[in-house]
């Protein structure tokens, strides 16, 4: 199903949460709603929901107004940061409530809903804890049981409010992969709050990037990342030097005061001025344990810090040490208007 | 123990000599123990030693008078009434202020808490003046043929008013510490409002809720002072039995009144036993799941 926001607005008290925000959102799309707390992220997706009204604007689904349509009619499958299971019912009672609560003319048979059950704790891998209460199980485990309640009643869309949020990293990571296999077999439109920009580009389709209640960008996570359009989308999506325009640049321009971005891996250190056009600097930090070397340097001009990511061989070939003096060239700035 | 053998590594390591002297234990502890017995332990058994003075004969004899039995009755149906009534405000209000955001939510908690505030008294009062022979509505109702004070339902309105606090407060941290996620997540299940309270909110909170009705019941049959008030004192017809304990103290008939009282001693005690045994059980429903 496809969804659309119009010209959203929502104000808790005098804050703006949301600020005129429209987006579309087509059919079978994983759509990651990124941005810092209080970007009105969340809000945004219980306006989707049902869960939140909005003060303006309108919820289409499949081109249907669907801005009236109370929650309960919604059929929007709703997974919660705290999961939000019922706690004194089983992990079985618990995925069978929507089936259990329908009016009785469409309330399936005990045996049909007990099969629907099996199936969907099958497909969320946690058959054989039937019955076992929420408290009994990991947090993981929880959160997949709450997956498995909220697609018990076929939503039309699924929502998850930071689904992986109150996880370990390694649980989360494991999690996250899952829901994108998980997305690409059942093909149900999906939303799903985080403000960890690692998680909305590793699963998503496309990324809604927000920012004090406005959407910054939209985009799949290549073009958001290589292509921000905004200083704010750039420093939140990725690491990034924000450096004076003018050291950038290397044009002694008195009036500039705008800034320019360097992606840590941008930027080329040599140990020696090699003709080509570089900046003076002195290694402060060498960081080897990881993926990459990362090295932290200071540039001698304006004596600002910059923040280098290289291939280890790369760290073998220059053997940096603190204190050593190097030379930096940038593969690539990005500078925005300003706002 | 743990912030002083922090500060003080080189000093004293074991719990004993951490805490203070024996003497002065000693001394608190016996104050602690007197204080309970002086108070507590002495009144309770003096209560039951005066009621049985005159023999175990005496003492159900004092059942058997029929004002006793009246006042008995009226107890017992003043609760029945108060205590059903109060369970379904004090849930619905509970409910309420808990799950949901409204317009006036601080006011409605504060009126709640006004029973608490104001003196049994004062609430007795209140009912006077409004159903009063020269109160507001008397005249109307005395027009209709309709009696409120000096009968059961001034009584019964009294109770209520008192007692209205016991479920509400109760209710609202509980459910409050439980959030709205739960009541959230069942509606978008498609759940009902009902549904929603009878098998999500309800079956959370019910350890807590009869807490609150247990506390409710034990006030409600002790009130004195607003039933005093709107009572009238009518022997057999609109005593209650702290009312009545008082009429039989104040005729110097000490078994008998110390034998009724008793009754609410009993009540206290049964009432405590419950008590603890509905906290033990409350603790499962503040963990979140």
Redesign the interface.
């Known amino acids: 199903m496809s969804i659309e926001a119009r010209h959203i607005i929502k104000k808790f008290g005098a804050f703006p949460a949301l600020n005129d925000v429209s987006l579309k959102l087509e059919t079978g799309e994983l759509v990651a709603l990124l941005g810092p707390s209080g970007s009105g992220k969340t809000t945004l997706l219980r306006i989707i929901g049902g869960l939140e009204y909005a003060d303006g604007g309108q919820i289409f689904f499949d081109g249907e107004d669907a801005t009236k349509i109370s929650i309960r009619n919604r059929q929007a499958g709703f997974v919660f940061q705290h999961y939000a299971l019922f706690r004194h019912m089983t992990v079985f009672k618990n995925v069978a409530f929507g089936l259990n609560v329908r009016p009785r003319a469409s309330r399936p048979a005990k045996a049909v809903i007990e099969k629907r059950v099996r199936e969907l704790l099958k497909l969320v891998q946690l058959d054989g804890v039937e019955s076992r209460y929420p408290s009994q199980l990991s947090g993981g485990q929880r959160q997949r049981v709450a997956l498995a309640r909220a697609l018990a009643i076929e939503p039309r869309v699924l929502l998850l409010d930071e689904p992986f949020g109150a996880l370990d990293a390694k649980v989360r990571k494991e999690l996250r992969r899952w829901i994108r296999k998980l997305h690409d077999a059942l093909h149900i439109t999906t939303v799903f709050v985080t403000h960890d920009q690692e998680e909305a580009l590793e699963i998503s389709d496309r990324v809604v990037v927000m920012n004090h209640g406005r959407i910054e960008q939209i985009g799949t996570p290549q073009e958001v990342y290589d292509r921000p359009a905004s200083a704010f989308v750039c420093q939140f999506v990725g690491n990034v030097n924000a450096i004076a325009e003018n050291v950038a640049s290397e044009e002694k321009r008195s009036e500039a005061r705008s800034v320019a971005f360097v992606r840590p891996h941008d930027i080329e250190i040599m140990s020696r001025r090699n003709g080509a056009p570089s900046l003076d600097a002195v290694v402060e930090f060498v960081h080897t344990a990881g993926a990459v070397a990362k090295i932290d340097l200071r540039l001698r001009q304006s004596g600002e810090l910059l923040e280098v990511e290289m291939p280890r061989s790369r760290q073998t070939e220059l053997t940096l040490k603190p204190g050593d003096r190097a030379f930096v060239k940038f593969r690539e700035v990005r500078t925005f208007p300003p706002a | 123990m743990d912030v002083i053998s922090r500060v003080n590594r080189s000093g004293p390591t074991s719990l004993s000599e951490a805490t203070e002297p024996v003497w002065i234990r000693g001394v608190l502890i016996v104050l602690a123990l007197g204080f309970l017995l002086l108070f507590i332990f002495l009144p309770l058994a003096a209560i039951f030693t005066e009621a049985l003075r005159r023999g175990v004969g005496a003492y159900f004899a004092s059942f058997k008078d029929p004002d006793a039995l009246s006042a008995i009755k009226l107890t017992l149906l003043t609760a029945a009434i108060a205590v059903p009534l109060n369970l379904v405000f004090g849930v619905a209000a509970a409910w309420t202020i808990a799950k949901f955001d409204f317009f006036g939510k601080s006011l409605l908690t504060t009126l709640i808490d006004l029973p608490f505030a104001v003196s049994p008294v004062i609430s007795g009062l209140i009912y006077v003046l409004l159903f009063g022979a020269q109160g507001w509505l008397g005249p109307w109702l005395a027009a209709h043929g309709i009696r409120i004070l000096f009968a059961v339902p001034g009584i019964v309105l009294a109770t209520m008013f008192v007692t209205f606090p016991f479920v509400a407060r109760e209710m609202i941290p509980l459910m409050q510490s439980q959030g709205s ?2 009541e ?9 409002g009902w ?1 929603t309270f009878l ?2 909110t309800f ?2 909170v019910k350890w807590g809720l009869l807490y609150g009705v247990i506390l409710c019941n034990a006030r409600a049959m002790g009130e004195f002072g607003a039933v005093s008030v709107v009572s009238g004192h009518i022997r057999g017809e609109t005593n209650t039995i702290p009312l009545h304990v008082e009429i039989l103290y104040n005729e110097y008939n000490f078994v008998a009144a110390f034998a009724v009282a008793s009754l609410l001693a009993l009540l206290a005690l049964v009432t405590l036993g419950l008590k603890s045994f509905v906290e033990s059980r409350m603790g499962d429903e503040r ?3």
């Not at chain 2, 959230?184 to 009902?192: D, H, R």
């Open positions: 996620d739960e959230f997540a069942a509606i978008s299940l498609g759940a009902s549904q098998r999500v079956p959370n963990i979140t799941a």
